[in-house]
């Protein structure tokens, strides 16, 4: 499974982003698609993630915020960032779960900055 990630760039803090990610290859199978993330100096963590087209599961830090979305259909996943802060600059990776295997993305550069 080959992922291609797309949207990152430079936000002022209360903007919006879209992330965008789109998965080829072998995708049968795939059950979880999600977005990682990784600031400088700290691991990377879950921000969300979406388990066949129903269940969901978000970072508390980004609740009420950020919104991800997937299309089984066209194997996408998008994240929506909405009134971002400085604190979620990091480097944004999508990841698919596919029959207990783990497949990234090369990740994408969110700065969020005045």
């Known amino acids: 499974v080959q992922l291609q990630a797309s949207g990152g760039g430079l936000v002022q803090p209360g903007g919006s982003l879209r992330l965008s990610c789109a998965a080829s290859?072998?995708?049968?199978?795939?059950?979880?698609m999600a977005w990682y993330r990784q600031a400088p100096g700290k691991q990377r963590e879950l921000v969300a993630s979406?388990?066949?087209?129903?269940?969901?599961t978000y970072a508390d830090s980004v609740k009420g915020r950020f919104t991800i979305s997937r299309d089984n259909a066209k194997n996408t996943v998008d994240l929506q960032m909405n009134s971002l802060k400085p604190e979620d600059t990091a480097i944004y990776y999508c990841?698919?779960?596919?029959?207990?295997?783990?497949?990234w993305g090369q990740g994408t550069l969110v700065t969020v900055s005045s």
């Open positions: 990841n698919v779960r596919k029959m207990g295997s783990d497949y």
């Open positions: 290859g072998k995708v049968f199978g795939i059950d979880t």
């Open positions: 979406m388990y066949w087209s129903s269940t969901t």
